[in-house]
């Protein structure tokens, strides 16, 4: 049999032979990857922060991975990778493997740097969505003695003041609180002045000081303050009303619907990780999110779970790239890296 396979003479051409053993090398090379991928994961995950330890980011990402990694039977390691607006981690899992031992736990910056920024060193399509962790909605604040206590009464007060409007402070050019201004602009006709800081937490402290007249800050950060009647709370600029103070109104039912945005966290992989993978892993992070181990642990700081499938993530992901960068054009933002 072997002599015949060799002789075209037995009815089979060497054209024949030769697609008949490739065919046989990549069933035998299907069949390797997908042993492979039964195994995943066989030794520990990584997931990069590209921010610094300690932050409402780093915060989530740790908290998840606990969860998720008693689920997978592998350590999940949390390496912090921060700068550049969150790029130089961004571009290290842009550029990594593809074989579902590194992940991003990336933020709004994953989407928005590529608008914002002048150069990335990293294509959108080089990242694929894995799945959304959680979100903290940003509350937009005052000093608890503005003369106001409705973000309506708010918006009043900036048209009250002229061309410049009220102060508002954020954490920089393309920032979240920024993003606030500009909805509040095209939301209400009321103009804004941007007060850049170089973090949320120097913008909460300049209201906390009475210093500048509001900010828009993570809902992680601002609740403390809010309790201890240190700031006052206008709205949550997200589609619901935060868990662990409902008391405080969305933007929505302020009658502002388009102020829409939030704080969020998200796992997305290198392009080219098997899918396989991806969907094990949104798998488990899903329960983990649902545990009331993890909801113990989120929601009384303000943090809301945000459980979704692989596709409601990438749906989440292309809507806010388009909505986000409309309004990023019409302001002509430019990061300041």
Same mark, same amino acid.
């Given at each position: ?84 607006? $969150? ?140 309790? $201890? ?105 430019? $990061?300041?890296?």
């Amino acid at each position: 049999m072997a002599q015949c396979l060799l002789d075209s003479r037995c009815g089979m051409s060497t054209m024949k032979i030769k697609l008949a053993v490739r065919t046989l090398l990549v069933m035998a090379a299907m069949a390797a990857a997908g042993l492979a991928h039964a195994q995943w994961p066989d030794r520990p995950v990584k997931w990069v922060v590209p921010f610094a330890p300690g932050g409402a980011n780093d915060l989530v990402a740790r908290a998840a991975a606990e969860a998720v990694q008693r689920r997978l039977g592998q350590p999940i390691i949390i390496d912090n990778r921060p700068g550049a607006g $969150a790029m130089i981690g961004t571009d290290y899992v842009a550029k990594s493997k593809p074989d579902g031992y590194t992940f991003l736990a990336g933020a709004a910056g994953t989407i928005t740097n590529s608008f914002l920024a002048e150069k990335v060193p990293y294509a959108d399509s080089d990242l694929v969505p894995v799945g959304m962790i959680a979100v903290s909605p940003s509350v937009i604040v005052v000093h608890p003695s503005a003369p106001f206590n409705t973000l309506k009464e708010f918006i009043d007060y900036a048209k009250a003041q002229g061309k410049d409007g009220a102060n508002f402070a954020t954490a920089g050019t393309g920032s979240t609180p920024h993003f606030v201004i500009e909805m509040l602009k095209d939301a209400s006709g009321a103009n804004f002045t941007s007060i850049p800081f170089k973090s949320g937490q120097e913008s909460v402290t300049a209201v906390l000081g009475n210093q500048v007249t509001a900010t828009s800050e993570s809902s992680v950060v601002v609740l403390p303050h809010i309790k $201890a009647g240190k700031l006052k709370a206008l709205a949550a600029t997200w589609q619901t009303r935060i868990s662990a103070y409902p008391s405080i109104p969305t933007t929505a039912e302020a009658g502002y619907k388009t102020v829409l945005i939030g704080h969020w966290a998200g796992l997305f992989a290198p392009k080219g990780t098997p899918q396989a993978i991806i969907d094990r892993i949104n798998t488990e992070l899903q329960a983990a999110l649902r545990s009331k181990e993890l909801q113990d642990r989120f929601i009384p700081t303000g943090i809301e779970p945000a459980p979704g499938s692989v596709a409601d993530f990438v749906t989440f992901i292309s809507a806010e790239r388009e909505r986000l960068g409309k309004i990023a054009r019409k302001a002509g933002m430019k $990061a300041e890296h």
